[in-house]
């Protein structure tokens, strides 16, 4: 390639650096801009990203004891979910309530709660009340096993759609008044939130 040619290539390389440079500052200011206008935006941001930092370390356990086999025995299942419980324990040692559902989180979600709790309509408030059987009587801590004495109580499938969406690994129960991330093959509580119903509002 010719001198003359090389300079045109390096300036026509430099000007699509420039655009992909101030694409990016564009794409960063419309986000910074966003979360300016709603602040929502910024707290489900670092809500995802604690999320995913425990779906991360929950992945590099499970490479340390193998993959999930469906064909096992029950026994060799259990077993399993047992070990992840103990090296997601032994991995969080310091876990502590809010470091997922953080206060500013925590905010966010029990305003949503409220709100969906006061749209409920008086069939759906009755109905609930008569599944109060069905919610565990416990309280719940972080690192501690989900008692298998007591049911799963069923998730208000209103409330759902409103929360901040979550991987396959975890979901959202209700215990008592409190809200709380469920690891479900490890059947461990990783996060809770308290004070999440409105007050009267029962546990589901």
């Not at 300036?11 to 650096?17: F, I, P, Q, V």
């Not at 604690?50 to 370390?57: C, I, S």
Request: some cysteine; overall charge negative; aromatic content about 6%.
């Amino acid at each position: 390639m010719s001198l003359t040619r090389r300079r045109r290539a390096f300036a026509l390389l430099g000007g699509w650096g420039a655009l992909l440079g101030a694409g990016a500052a564009c794409g960063e200011a419309e986000r910074r801009e966003a979360e300016r206008a709603n602040p929502t935006t910024a707290v489900f941001a670092d809500f995802a990203r604690r999320v995913n930092d425990y779906a991360a370390l929950r992945r590099r356990l499970t490479d340390s004891i193998g993959e999930l086999d469906p064909t096992r025995s029950q026994a060799e299942i259990a077993a399993r979910a047992t070990a992840l419980g103990t090296a997601i324990i032994a991995a969080r040692p310091r876990a502590k309530p809010g470091d997922i559902f953080t206060p500013e989180v925590a905010a966010v979600l029990a305003t949503l709660i409220r709100e969906e709790h006061r749209r409920r309509s008086e069939p759906v408030q009755e109905t609930r009340d008569d599944q109060q059987e069905e919610v565990p009587d416990f309280t719940p801590q972080v690192n501690a096993l989900y008692p298998t004495s007591y049911p799963l109580a069923t998730f208000p499938p209103t409330l759902l759609p409103l929360l901040p969406p979550l991987p396959e690994a975890l979901e959202y129960r209700m215990v008592g008044d409190y809200l709380i991330l469920r690891d479900v093959e490890a059947n461990l509580v990783v996060d809770l939130m308290p004070g999440a119903l409105p007050a009267g509002g029962g546990s589901s």
